[in-house]
């Protein structure tokens, strides 16, 4: 981990990361307006009152130490980290290590490999409101190079009813410029040279499940 | 357990996703303890010597602290509070902290308030706050919703258990169809049917294998719990309390994909346990509970439960991890319709979250609830019926669940 950031009060000495390289991607239409009270309603009995507060809030994640698996994103890089005690080995990342006999060893950074295998997937037909629009979604979890755990993300380049248990994947970025350093700018990919296997009873239970789902996003358009 | 506790009262108001006839947090809260004190008239408000405030998110309640509302508005001035948040296993959570304060001998009687009020935001909106207990650095923008997380988590489970779409889809029906026996519940206030398997199986895509039927509602309500001593119990309900016999906590991780291979499960379970498909916090807390209550053979020992079925697929995992049923006989299990009212041992016969409601705070508070009127043989007065009334029951079990499986407790309850 980056000793330098550590603060010694004593010393008083903090080295305050400078932040030189700044980038916004926020929608010309969001606006903070704080806290404020923007309307009512009142039933025809009046006997209820609904009002309204709006409430809009820009948060600062600071990454801190797990920084450089954020920043490896922008570069196109999957960074994990390993305990130099055990051995063991992580994406997500773990800035300390989880054995507890290795009483919470700093972990270092390791560059992982852009491959994966698929430990369990699903297929989403309703999400969040920000991600209605690309419905259906092909969720795996999946292992990446020797990580002891799996990491959450989206597969694309195969039909829904088409991903298997334990199938080969690669990692693919988005183009450079299109990356904001979050782990949507990856996602997974067959490994190439997979083919799908027959379509069989499941396959044909999954198609009848999205179908409607493709229709319905097209009314969102 | 150096001191008995026990749950001598409690009430929720209806749970509803809008209008609930209650919609003041804190007027609701008072009256589920006028409820509660027409069940028993000994108690007096001035008998709260702490009260427990269980409560999950201020992105709903739109109010920091908003204990402190309820609390002056029930005129408990000068009495202790102290509110507890642990995801949708907030409601077990407060009630294990309140178990603690009267095992402990510091209290005697304490008050359980738990609330939520989902409906201040649209229910997209909803699921991604509620998403904001998923760890947001890594998983917020993949998936984004909670189901996504259980479907993936299931889908494995039930390819490695050789449970069906159809096998869990009973379990839908059942909390539902329940729940048309509950004046309080949710779908009976609202879609107010009884519905069947092929329902289930109809209903709209959320995240393959689980559809809309299966999974719980978003909702509005509140519900009190009055936990005290023993002495406490004999003077104020003398013939209808119940016993606290057995209880455990335990946590798992936040992110899913990181409990595989996690060394303290392994050191515990063995290698290959929980796995992502298995809830080892539920496993863990059971071990507990059942460990501190003397259950040997819960099947056998259990008569009935309340339990946390946020998706149908994730009551069935509950039901693994409680030791009803194991991998070899899990999907006979389901198929057998061994949970539902006519079964060995009925579970969620109030309704469940699925049927119920699922206003987070309140939910484990509800589930405690049902255990009680169950035990205490109050179900002809709180239900529309004798249906589902669990026929002379002596043991229950209460379950409470939050995130992916990442906290969770189990409540051994007896009749006296």
Redesign the interface.
Same mark, same amino acid.
Do not use: C
């Given at each position: 981990m980056n000793e330098t950031v550590v603060l010694k009060k004593k010393e008083g000495i903090v080295k305050k990361p400078i932040f030189t390289e700044k980038k916004s991607y926020r929608p010309v239409n969001v606006k903070e307006t704080g806290l404020a009270f923007i309307g009512h309603e009142i039933s025809d009995d009046g006997n209820?009152m609904n009002q309204f507060?709006h %409430?809009d809030q820009l948060y600062t994640?600071r990454?801190g130490w797990?920084s450089k698996f954020?920043i490896g994103l922008l570069e196109g890089k999957i960074w994990g980290t390993r305990c130099p005690k055990c051995g063991?080995t992580?994406v997500?990342v773990r800035t300390h290590c989880?054995?507890?006999?290795c009483n919470l060893e700093k972990t270092e950074w390791v560059e992982m490999p852009l491959n994966a295998k698929v430990?369990?997937?699903?297929?989403?037909?309703?999400?969040? &409101?920000?991600?209605?629009k690309r419905l259906?979604?092909i969720? $795996? %979890?999946a $292992?990446i190079g020797e990580s002891?755990?799996?990491?959450?993300?989206?597969l694309h380049g195969v039909k829904?009813w088409n991903v298997e248990?334990d199938m080969p994947l690669k990692i693919v970025f988005k183009p450079k410029e299109d990356r904001i350093g979050? $782990?949507?700018d990856f996602h997974f990919e067959p490994a190439d040279g997979w083919e799908s296997s027959p379509t069989n009873k499941e396959k044909e &239970?999954?198609k009848e499940? $999205?179908e409607?789902?493709y229709r319905w996003v097209k009314t969102l358009e | 357990m150096s001191r008995k506790v026990c749950i001598v009262g409690g009430a929720t108001t209806p749970f509803d996703y809008g @209008?609930t006839g209650f919609?003041s947090i804190e007027g609701g809260a008072a009256e589920c303890i006028r409820e509660t004190r027409k069940d028993i008239p000994e108690f007096s408000m001035r008998d709260i010597d702490l009260m427990i405030y269980s409560h999950f998110s201020v992105h709903f309640g739109?109010q920091l602290c908003s204990e402190w509302i309820i609390h002056d508005h029930l005129g408990l001035v000068g009495v202790p509070h102290y509110r507890v948040e642990n995801g949708g296993n907030t409601g077990g959570s407060a009630l294990y902290a309140a178990a603690l304060a009267v095992m402990s001998g510091h209290h005697d009687v304490v008050g359980v308030v738990g609330w939520e009020t989902m409906d201040s935001v !649209?229910q997209?909106?909803g !699921?991604?706050f509620i998403?904001m207990a998923s760890?947001?650095?890594?998983?917020l923008?993949? *998936? *984004?919703?909670y @189901?996504?997380?259980y479907?993936?988590?299931a889908?494995?489970w039930m390819?490695d258990n050789n449970v069906t779409?159809e096998d869990v889809a009973t379990i839908s029906a059942k909390n539902r169809n329940n729940a048309m026996d509950n004046p309080k519940a949710q779908w009976y206030r609202n879609e107010h049917k009884y519905i069947t398997v092929e329902d289930v199986m109809n209903s709209?895509?959320? !995240?393959? @294998?689980?559809?809309k039927y299966d999974c719980c509602l978003m909702s509005r309500g509140v519900a009190f719990v009055l936990v005290c001593s023993e002495e406490y119990a004999k003077k104020v309900n003398p013939d209808g309390y119940v016993t606290i016999d057995g209880m455990g906590l335990s946590s798992c991780t936040i992110?899913? *994909?990181?409990?595989?291979?996690? @060394?303290?499960w392994t050191e515990r379970y063995g290698p290959g346990y929980p796995e992502?498909?298995e809830f080892g916090a539920c496993r863990n807390a059971a071990d507990r509970a059942y460990k501190m209550a003397g259950i040997e053979n819960p099947l056998k020992e259990i008569d009935f439960g309340e339990i946390h079925d946020a998706f149908s697929t994730s009551e069935a995992q509950i039901y693994k991890a409680l030791y009803l049923t194991d991998e070899n006989n899990i999907a006979q299990f389901l198929r057998d319709k061994t949970t539902h009212m006519y079964g060995e041992i009925p579970m969620n016969p109030g309704g469940g979250l699925m049927g119920y409601g699922h206003p987070v705070g309140a939910t484990g508070l509800m589930s405690m609830i049902e255990c009680f009127y169950q035990l205490s043989g109050m179900i002809p007065k709180k239900h529309l019926s004798k249906k589902t009334e669990v026929p002379d029951p002596e043991c229950g079990i209460v379950n409470s669940h939050a995130g992916t499986g990442t906290s969770i407790s189990n409540f051994i309850i007896r009749r006296v």
């Open positions: 209820a507060l %409430y994640i990454h797990n954020f063991d992580w997500p989880w054995n507890l006999d430990h369990t997937w699903t297929i989403a037909g309703w999400s969040g &409101r920000s991600s209605l259906p979604i969720l $795996v %979890y $292992v002891k755990v799996a990491i959450a993300n989206e829904p248990f979050v $782990v949507t &239970r999954i499940l $999205v409607p789902v | @209008p919609e739109h !649209s997209s909106q !699921s991604e998403a760890d947001i650095r890594y998983e923008m993949v *998936g *984004g919703i @189901p996504i997380y479907a993936a988590m889908n494995k390819k779409e709209r895509l959320i !995240s393959y @294998p689980i559809k992110r899913a *994909g990181d409990r595989l291979n996690f @060394p303290g992502m498909t």
